[in-house]
């Protein structure tokens, strides 16, 4: 286990080194940035000493030697837009963004693993069919369009929930369905097709003729058994949840890294880019960790050594 | 605060999500009446005011902070901190400071602050985009406290330094407390004081029950930024805010026509325009063609069409509010025959053999994509093949400063000196670094006009200088637009031709 811990922790590394290579030099290659921050007025001498100020005059390799110095040292720069740390603007939206893709997240698996199973157990019913139809429905509704109508119907006619912005649970309702919806299907095709593969399996049928009551036999033999396939989509989900908040943040104004995010790209602000690509890229290699050594506590068969 | 993230939080959310009538009334805070709540699409980027030039970051700053003079909404120039200015040598300017004015925390505001504010502002390693505005300043002298002079390298006839968009900081306090601390730490002597700030949720401010000006009508005001226009509307249809920005022309009907929401509208100082670079070859070096290209736009039904009816045809890139206008130009009216008959003459019978590509950015200015469509459209009715070519801001702007947009690009520009000189001399003075236009002798006009201090004189040189463009027409001259503001009905505010959010002008109804 603890060399099986080394390996992939050792393995972490480099993928994040890999994405801080690739992320510094794409952000490179889409130009710089010193046009888009000062006004159209200004001379060439004062881009010149702005670019020489933020240090973009010098060679790319001496500026990812220096980028990749101060990241050893967990510093991403300053902020060219905000003049304030990268790293600690990208941090302190982390709660607010962690805060709606854990509740999209618990609302999908809360929704979908009941309604998969059901419609698993409940094969070609009218039950099934009404799931099957929500989950295209969910998978192939664009965010965008949801979201907006969400707002409209439950902010604007019916005035339940507010539409932008923080405060109570209340501002939590919308943005979290928007986001959890295409979550939500994947995990409840999902959920079914697992659970039709174990339903159809020897041992359950053995446990029928054992006399275990259906309750039993559907929510502790068989879906503990189609858990495995669903935990690592969940894993795999809490990213896609991450990387979709850049849309569900932006009409909900919802104060995350993604809102963050999408700012930064538009005003070239690398440090900030950077900050938030590296700290999604360490994210995701800490879910992937999580995730496969909740395979070991939930099938006793696996062992890592 | 927020609530955080727990299992029953979820149950609790799937309960309200299914069962949401229960809660109807309960969902919205209420909100004390003295409050006004502002939603522009971004939020302030900083609170540091001597940084930026963005208008919502200074939007904010400017309830905060105080400015040597101000612009009412005519465009004139009026006393604000400072009592009086006036030219008292050809490149010295002097203004008498207001006596008792006080920053909150009770420093007095005097001609120290203004000294530091600006040299801090033109302090090349500061890298402040504010730079530009006070590079004519050589230096700030201060005879006594409540005098201040700015020393110009070269006599100017135009009031140096941007004196009322410039904010004037506490000197002591930003010494003792360094730069990086300002940015989320302000320290003004305006209207609002600063309370807190959460980024990109809320910008909180309460009135200044010492400002010299008096305590300002409204209570509190919230900066609270929606991005997203839709969510933005849907918030002002919902009274979550009080007043929201750019608002697109397809959303005016469900604002004005709202139970509580109507519509404000500014003919903005911002002018948007197809340029040809005349600095590169092509064949839009020919004048003629030039010339027959602005007859071939048809710019009334671009607004009626695009914008909504929203937006202003102009005759010349000065808008009529600035000093320098010159009514004497005249518009160019669409007239297809003659726009087919001057691209004869300039030796491309029916646009045979014309193919150009008209360059536009995506996002940047209200409908721009759309209008170079329809522009492209409407000049490929020559007979030209004008086809587009669409790019995002960032690499579209890096182009525009190395001057390598061609043959035609389009550019929007707005300045809130009221004054030509600025937009004059940066988009068409030959060694301006994104003019793509050369003629000495409209850069001698414009230099000297710039130095001239008798107003008759000087009009008359800008008539003449605008005269050239109109004959030479590097552009192709399109519109002012009509800025949107949706507000709710409690509001009292007019929209502002500078785009400005000043709190102080604003009252609420109940």
């Not at chain 1, 929704?111 to 419609?119: C, F, Y």
């Not at chain 2, 300002?216 to 920005?245: M, N, Q, Y």
């Amino acid at each position: 286990m603890t060399a099986f811990l080394i390996r992939r922790i050792a393995g972490a590394f480099g993928v994040v080194a890999g994405v801080a290579v690739v992320v510094f030099i794409i952000l490179h290659l889409t130009g710089d940035p010193a046009a888009a921050m000062m006004p159209l007025e200004s001379t060439q001498a004062e881009i010149a000493a702005f670019r020489h100020a933020q240090g973009f005059d010098r060679p790319l390799w001496v500026q990812f030697a220096s980028f990749a110095w101060n990241l050893l040292h967990g510093n991403f720069g300053l902020s060219l837009r905000h003049g304030e740390p990268a790293l600690g603007l990208a941090l302190e939206r982390v709660p607010a963004s962690a805060e709606l893709a854990v509740t999209a997240l618990v609302l999908a698996v809360v929704v979908a693993v009941p309604a998969g199973t059901v419609a698993a157990v409940k094969r070609n019913s009218a039950l099934d069919v009404a799931a099957r139809l929500l989950a295209l429905v969910g998978q192939s509704t664009p965010v965008y369009w949801l979201g907006i109508m969400l707002i409209l119907i439950f902010g604007v006619q019916l005035g339940w929930f507010p539409v932008s912005g923080t405060g109570g649970w209340q501002h939590l309702v919308l943005p979290a369905i928007t986001l959890a919806m295409f979550t939500m299907a994947r995990i409840m095709r999902l959920t079914r097709g697992s659970m039709l593969d174990v339903l159809q399996s020897d041992y359950l049928r053995t446990a029928v003729a054992k006399g275990v009551g259906s309750f039993r036999l559907i929510w502790h033999h068989a879906l503990r058994n189609a858990w495995l396939p669903i935990v690592t989509a969940i894993g795999i989900e809490l990213g896609t949840l991450l990387s979709q908040a850049i849309i569900t943040e932006t009409i909900f104004s919802w104060p995350g890294i993604g809102r963050l995010a999408y700012q930064a790209i538009l005003d070239r602000d690398y440090p900030v880019v950077e900050a938030v690509v590296i700290l999604g890229a360490v994210s995701f290699v800490v879910i992937n960790l999580v995730v496969d050594l909740a395979y070991a506590a939930l099938d006793p068969r696996i062992r890592y050594e | 605060m927020l609530e955080r993230p727990s299992t029953p939080l979820a149950v609790r959310l799937l309960v309200a999500a299914l069962c949401g009538g229960a809660l109807a009334g309960s969902a919205l805070p209420a909100q004390a009446d003295s409050t006004v709540t502002i939603s522009q699409g971004v939020d302030p980027v900083t609170m540091d005011p001597l940084k930026r030039t963005i208008t919502p970051t200074q939007n904010a700053s400017m309830n905060m902070f105080d400015t040597l003079l101000r612009h009412d909404r005519e465009g004139k120039i009026v006393p604000w901190l400072a009592t009086s200015w006036k030219h008292v040598a050809p490149t010295v300017w002097e203004f008498k400071l207001r006596k008792g004015v006080t920053f909150w925390n009770g420093d007095p505001l005097t001609s120290a602050d203004v000294k530091f504010t600006v040299e801090k502002i033109k302090d090349p390693a500061e890298g402040s985009e504010q730079g530009p505005r006070v590079n004519t300043i050589a230096r700030v002298e201060t005879p006594d406290a409540y005098t201040v002079r700015y020393v110009t390298f070269k006599p100017t006839a135009i009031v140096p330094g941007y004196p009322w968009t410039t904010s004037i900081v506490d000197a002591k306090y930003w010494k003792e407390h360094g730069n990086e601390y300002q940015a989320e730490h302000p320290m003004g002597s305006g209207a609002y004081v600063f309370q807190s700030w959460r980024k990109d949720e809320e910008l909180d401010l309460n009135a200044n029950p010492k400002w010299w000006h008096g305590k300002p009508p409204i209570d509190h005001a919230i900066f609270k930024p929606i991005p997203e226009a839709a969510s933005r509307v849907a918030a002002l249809r919902t009274g979550e805010t009080d007043l929201i920005t750019n608002v697109p022309p397809q959303y005016e009907a469900q604002i004005s026509g709202g139970r509580n929401t109507k519509i404000e509208s500014a003919r903005s100082d911002r002018v948007l325009f197809i340029a040809f670079n005349t600095t590169k070859p092509g064949p839009q070096q020919n004048k003629l063609l030039r010339r027959a290209f602005n007859y071939a736009v048809d710019v009334p039904a671009l607004i009626r069409t695009v914008l909504g009816g929203h937006g202003y045809p102009a005759s010349t890139p000065v808008p009529p509010n600035f000093t320098g206008f010159s009514a004497k130009i005249p518009f160019y009216h669409h007239d297809l025959a003659k726009a087919k008959q001057l691209l004869a003459k300039a030796g491309y019978p029916d646009g045979k053999g014309l193919e150009l590509v008209l360059n536009a950015p995506v996002g940047r200015y209200n409908r721009d994509k759309e209008l170079a469509e329809a522009i492209a459209g409407q000049l490929s009715e020559t007979g030209a093949k004008v086809t587009t070519k669409i790019q995002e801001w960032t690499t579209y702007v890096n182009q525009t400063s190395q001057r390598a947009l061609t043959p035609l690009y389009m550019l929007g520009w707005g300045d809130n000196s009221y004054d030509a000189d600025n937009t004059l001399t940066s988009l068409f003075e030959s060694n301006a670094r994104i003019s793509t236009y050369a003629n000495p002798a409209y850069d001698t006009l414009v230099d000297a006009a710039r130095y001239e201090v008798d107003s008759g004189k000087r009009q008359a040189l800008y008539d003449k200088a605008l005269a050239i463009l109109h004959d030479d027409a590097p552009w192709i001259f399109l519109f002012q637009y009509d800025d949107l503001y949706g507000t709710s009905k409690r509001l009292q505010w007019r929209a502002r031709a500078d785009e400005s959010l000043a709190v102080d002008e604003m009252s609420l109804s109940n």
